[in-house]
């Protein structure tokens, strides 16, 4: 949701703006811009459009200077169009800011600021940024951006350049995210580590509202009381070329081909001879009442599998919510239950929100997320990484397999904690937890000649309905989003049984179903249902680690290997990734910037 970057150094500003921007547009591909600064004024130049539409505008006519910031946008305030677009100047065209995050008090701030004489050039809460620091300049930047932060309420990101201010630039963040990269005579602002990658290794993060002074020779951070703190430094491990394809047609085939070793990461220390490890978390699962988990999207979808596990093996009660509901349902949450917040991004402000809600509420809060050091991670009591790595194509696949992995684990210890699971199938579930990425290695390989068949013969469909029972219907419920969000093909998740309250009212002749059968307990029953559509003349797509017992009733079958009954969602998930990815790219869809679209949503 927006992405933001900042260099000021020895070298010209833009191509390294440019190319910090490449690695941030899964935050947002609506438009982009950037400002450098020449030490006499600030240039902005920006462009509707895909990053290289900003290339092309600056392609010849680069602005010169060593200092600037740059944005690539996702609209929230204002549709996507260059005035729209970020960098915004001030008035006078002294100041230009880059923005991550939404100011919620714009318009209150707009009438304020239209009533000293100020006009404004686009629809965006970002401009009165710009306004508010020309109308506080006062020579001094410390002030003026104090000034500024505590007239505007909501989150934000922000980097910002003033025409008096040779080679030096200013960032603060709050609820959103902001690293800042230190190198040799030359520094770095980004939205995430990846960014500016290449150039360095030592960050510091910034703490909510602090300001940070950013020249060529140091870094300086101030805190809210304008008091210089220290940064600690963290060294990333991450690698260098974690944001490059890797010879992959796309981001999302690579990481698809990724979650084995991604897998691996997340579970190969946490399962100990002495049982599962969570890091240093410290939990009792005799001591929980009653589990929530809250997340959006994919998060939820593997928070689904996840109350699957944790009820059958835990046998704690387990409730699902998506974020953006329960942080405004007035949920029954006390000192007894634990809430998991789940996010890839540690950043969505749903999660964020419902994490705060529960920690209101006196629950304790397990974040399972990806991204180190995010917000949601540094807000959580306690914090489960899932080792994925750097995800960068929007639809998620590393990102949701590692989040089931996490979940198993997190199921397992409190089952263990709880004495509700038999030794031996602790011990059957964590031997196959464990063989789990050598499997879906193998088994990556082995389905995608199927999922790019499938995909060549089921590509035209209009609609695709995934149905499954149990933990098979979480799996569909995924399934369908990873088709919709890529392909733009309408497609629905039912639990199966419930197909038959309505909606097999729209199958007709060559609907196409993709029916889920992976959990043995009800595969008979999700087979009753997919005879149902079938009847009605649906094409059916079986999924399932039984060929023999479903096949009569499929047209199509994709096998699943045989493991944990209990793991089956992470197999079903690369098979559907794959499906979805092949059909998508035959429809030309753009696989890994689908439409509306952006990776982390840090707005409601
Ligand atoms: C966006 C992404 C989804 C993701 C969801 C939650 O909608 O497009 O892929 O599942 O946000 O993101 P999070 O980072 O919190 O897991």
Not at 509 to 528: F, M, Q
């Amino acid at each position: 949701m927006c992405g933001i970057v900042g260099y000021t150094g020895k070298r010209p500003a833009a191509p390294i703006l440019i190319d910090g921007l490449g690695r941030l547009e899964y935050r947002g591909y609506d438009s982009s811009g950037i400002a450098v600064s020449d030490g006499k004024k600030v240039n902005v130049i920006k462009a509707k459009g895909r990053l290289f539409e900003l290339e092309k505008r600056i392609s010849g006519a680069s602005p010169e200077g060593f200092c600037g910031i740059g944005h690539t946008r996702w609209a929230t305030h204002g549709k996507p169009s260059d005035e729209n677009s970020h960098p915004h100047y001030s008035r006078d065209k002294s100041f230009a800011v880059v923005h991550n995050g939404i100011i919620e008090n714009y318009l209150d701030l707009r009438e304020f600021l239209t009533e000293r004489g100020f006009t404004f050039r686009s629809e965006t809460d970002t401009e009165i940024v710009a306004m508010l620091l020309e109308y506080y300049y006062n020579g001094n930047m410390l002030e003026t951006i104090i000034k500024m932060r505590n007239k505007i309420k909501g989150s934000y990101a922000l980097g910002i350049l003033h025409e008096n201010e040779n080679g030096v630039f200013y960032a603060m963040r709050k609820d959103s995210p902001l690293v800042i990269g230190l190198g040799e005579n030359e520094n770095f602002i980004a939205s995430d580590i990846p960014a500016v990658l290449p150039y360095t290794r030592r960050f510091i993060i910034p703490d909510e509202q602090e300001v940070a002074v950013i020249s060529p020779d140091g870094v300086t951070v101030y805190n809210r009381n304008r008091e210089q703190v220290n940064k600690q430094i963290t060294v990333s491990d991450l690698s260098a070329d974690a944001a490059e394809k890797d010879g992959f047609a796309h981001f999302m085939l690579k990481e698809i081909y990724e979650q084995p070793g991604a897998i691996k990461k997340t579970v190969h220390d946490r399962i100990t001879p002495d049982g599962i490890k969570l890091d240093r978390i410290k939990l009792d699962g005799k001591k929980i009442r009653k589990i929530f988990i809250a997340a959006c999207g994919s998060a939820y979808h593997a928070g689904a599998v996840g109350k699957y596990f944790i009820e059958k093996y835990a046998r704690i009660e387990t409730e699902i919510d998506l974020a953006s509901e329960f942080r405004y349902r007035d949920p029954i949450v006390g000192d007894d239950c634990l809430t998991v917040i789940i996010s890839q991004s540690g950043e969505t402000a749903d999660s964020l929100a419902a994490l705060r809600e529960a920690k209101r509420l006196k629950s304790r809060v397990l974040a399972i997320v990806n991204v180190v050091d995010s917000i949601i991670a540094r807000e959580a009591d306690d914090v489960l990484y899932t080792r994925a790595g750097p995800e960068i194509a929007v639809a998620t696949t590393k990102g949701y397999t590692t989040q089931l992995a996490a979940l198993y684990l997190l199921g397992l210890k409190l089952a263990r904690d709880r004495e509700t699971i038999p030794q031996s199938e602790y011990d059957g579930i964590t031997s196959a937890v464990e063989k789990l990425p050598e499997l879906l290695s193998a088994f990556i390989d082995e389905v995608n000649p199927a999922a790019q068949y499938l995909a060549g013969k089921y590509y035209p469909a209009n609609d695709a309905y995934f149905i499954g029972r149990g933990a098979d219907w979480s799996a569909a419920l995924e399934g369908a989003l990873k088709l919709k969000e890529i392909s733009y093909i309408h497609a629905e998740a039912y639990a199966a049984g419930e197909l038959k309250h309505g909606t097999i009212s729209l199958i007709e002749k060559n609907s196409l179903v993709i029916g889920i059968a992976a959990d043995p307990a009800l595969r008979e029953k999700t087979l009753s249902n997919i005879k149902e559509v079938r009847s009605r003349g649906a094409a059916v797509i079986g999924v399932t680690d039984s060929p023999d017992a479903i096949k009569a009733e499929c047209d199509e079958l994709m096998v699943l290997p045989a493991t944990h009954p209990a793991l089956t969602p992470v197999f079903t998930a690369a098979a559907l990734q794959l499906f979805a990815y092949y059909v998508a790219a035959a429809r030309g869809g753009d696989i890994d910037k689908p439409r509306n679209l952006a990776k982390s949503v840090t707005v409601e």
